[in-house]
């Protein structure tokens, strides 16, 4: 009987020790998978994420952002500072045709050849062609935004040197500013009035250019406008055609060399109105020329501080007449008015409005005889 009860006790014992061996270790995988489980879930159910709009500065870029250009070589480069060749392609939405050249600088003392084209004003130059192919097309990114190259640009010559702002056609006209503000506008007479605003300066101060095929900026081979500021058009000439902004879009009037005044009297009759001054290059102002004069506008202006005789001749055209004024600037002014008497009043208020004169009653009409 002992022995039996001794034998109970000991297997009594002994599943103890079993039940205590056994039950942590299945205790502790039952709750590691159930972690295991429960991180499964929260892997599975990953919340949505919803993409947001990149900002405004650095907008969407289109496929064809980055294009490469072609290198056509000329059949007979003249290898003294001369044309060499052409970068030509699409970029964006713009063609380029930019062509080099080759130039001999000296470097170390001894004379080398240099590939050199140049895009919107900066230089790019390279020892080998498909070099400066690579350069260029490196410098055409950096002046792209949102992956088109800038149609027109703002310049302002002030004391700390030329300022030049591209202009980039999105919804509306716009320049961005490296690190600097966005300014927007459908009316390009507008967005150079806030250039004008954000440079300190008058907005006569602030000029235009169109940016060629050749990658260069051109200025306008004249600007129409009115005393009121209510006008401005800048009219552009490329390949014997005449560009001008209207709105977000660019059309075009098509003019002989001969012809270009009566192109654009003809094209931009609706805007053209007494009191419209006109600022040319020579090409639009020789060709006014060309036709009769009639009588003269005379005076004396204060120039630099000393008194000079001022001789306006007066041209008849269609139904206008029109007196141009030859001063120290670069480019030829001129008014526009349907009679004599209405010239001479307008190109009295031009000169007082310019400084030359305080009295606009001091410039006379000089009937030719």
Same mark, same amino acid.
């Given at each position: 009987?002992?022995?039996?009860?001794?034998?109970?006790?000991?297997?009594?014992?002994?599943?103890?020790?079993?039940?205590?061996?056994?039950?942590?270790?299945?205790?502790?995988?039952?709750?590691?998978?159930?972690?295991?489980?429960?991180?499964?879930?929260?892997? =599975?159910?990953?919340?949505?994420?919803?993409?947001?709009?990149?900002?405004?500065?650095?907008?969407?870029?289109?496929?064809?952002?980055?294009?490469?250009?072609?290198?056509?070589?000329?059949?007979?480069?003249?290898?003294?500072?001369?044309?060499?060749?052409?970068?030509?392609?699409?970029?964006?939405?713009?063609?380029?045709?930019?062509?080099?050249?080759?130039?001999?600088? =000296?470097?170390?003392?001894?004379?080398?050849? =240099?590939?050199?084209?140049?895009?919107?004003?900066?230089?790019?130059?390279?020892?080998?062609?498909?070099?400066?192919?690579?350069?260029?097309?490196?410098?055409?990114?950096?002046?792209?935004?949102?992956?088109?190259?800038?149609?027109?640009?703002?310049?302002?010559?002030? *004391?700390?040197?030329?300022?030049?702002?591209?202009?980039?056609?999105?919804?509306?006209?716009?320049?961005?500013?490296?690190?600097?503000?966005?300014?927007?506008?459908?009316?390009?007479?507008?967005?150079?009035?806030?250039?004008?605003?954000?440079?300190?300066? *008058?907005?006569?101060?602030?000029?235009?250019?169109?940016?060629?095929?050749?990658?260069?900026?051109?200025?306008?081979?004249?600007?129409?406008?009115?005393?009121?500021?209510?006008?401005?058009?800048?009219?552009?000439?490329? =390949?014997?055609?005449?560009?001008?902004?209207?709105?977000?879009?660019?059309?075009?009037?098509?003019?002989?060399?001969?012809?270009?005044?009566?192109?654009?009297?003809?094209?931009?009759?609706?805007?053209?109105?007494?009191?419209?001054?006109?600022?040319?290059?020579?090409?639009?102002?020789?060709?006014?020329?060309?036709?009769?004069?009639?009588?003269?506008?005379?005076?004396?202006?204060?120039?630099?501080?000393?008194?000079?005789?001022?001789?306006?001749?007066?041209?008849?055209?269609?139904?206008?007449?029109?007196?141009?004024?030859?001063?120290?600037?670069?480019?030829?002014?001129?008014?526009?008015?349907?009679?004599?008497?209405?010239?001479?009043?307008?190109?009295?208020?031009?000169?007082?409005?310019?400084?030359?004169?305080?009295?606009?009653?001091?410039?006379?009409?000089?009937?030719?005889?």
């Amino acid at each position: 009987m002992l022995v039996v009860e001794l034998l109970s006790g000991l297997l009594a014992f002994g599943f103890f020790l079993l039940l205590w061996v056994i039950l942590p270790h299945r205790l502790h995988r039952a709750q590691h998978s159930m972690v295991s489980r429960s991180e499964e879930t929260t892997v =599975r159910e990953t919340p949505v994420v919803v993409a947001e709009e990149p900002p405004s500065r650095f907008p969407h870029q289109p496929e064809h952002a980055g294009a490469s250009l072609r290198l056509r070589m000329s059949a007979s480069p003249e290898r003294r500072n001369g044309m060499w060749g052409v970068l030509e392609g699409e970029w964006g939405t713009r063609k380029v045709a930019l062509p080099f050249g080759v130039e001999r600088v =000296r470097v170390h003392g001894a004379l080398q050849e =240099r590939y050199t084209a140049i895009v919107g004003g900066l230089r790019c130059q390279h020892t080998a062609p498909y070099g400066l192919k690579e350069i260029v097309e490196e410098a055409l990114q950096g002046l792209s935004y949102a992956g088109q190259l800038p149609l027109y640009g703002f310049g302002f010559l002030g *004391p700390a040197g030329l300022q030049m702002a591209p202009v980039y056609r999105l919804q509306e006209w716009r320049v961005a500013e490296p690190e600097g503000p966005i300014l927007s506008a459908r009316d390009l007479r507008v967005l150079r009035e806030h250039l004008a605003d954000l440079w300190g300066c *008058p907005a006569e101060a602030v000029k235009i250019y169109r940016l060629s095929e050749a990658m260069s900026w051109v200025p306008p081979l004249t600007v129409l406008s009115d005393f009121e500021g209510r006008l401005w058009v800048p009219v552009f000439l490329e =390949r014997g055609r005449l560009i001008y902004p209207h709105g977000l879009e660019e059309r075009e009037l098509h003019a002989t060399p001969d012809s270009m005044w009566e192109a654009l009297l003809v094209g931009l009759g609706s805007w053209i109105h007494e009191g419209c001054r006109i600022d040319m290059t020579e090409p639009l102002a020789r060709e006014i020329r060309g036709h009769e004069s009639h009588d003269q506008l005379r005076g004396f202006i204060a120039h630099n501080g000393r008194l000079r005789p001022l001789t306006w001749p007066i041209y008849r055209y269609r139904e206008w007449w029109i007196a141009l004024l030859d001063d120290d600037s670069e480019r030829t002014r001129g008014v526009l008015a349907s009679d004599r008497e209405s010239l001479q009043r307008l190109a009295g208020r031009f000169l007082v409005r310019e400084g030359y004169l305080r009295d606009p009653a001091a410039l006379r009409v000089i009937r030719e005889t």
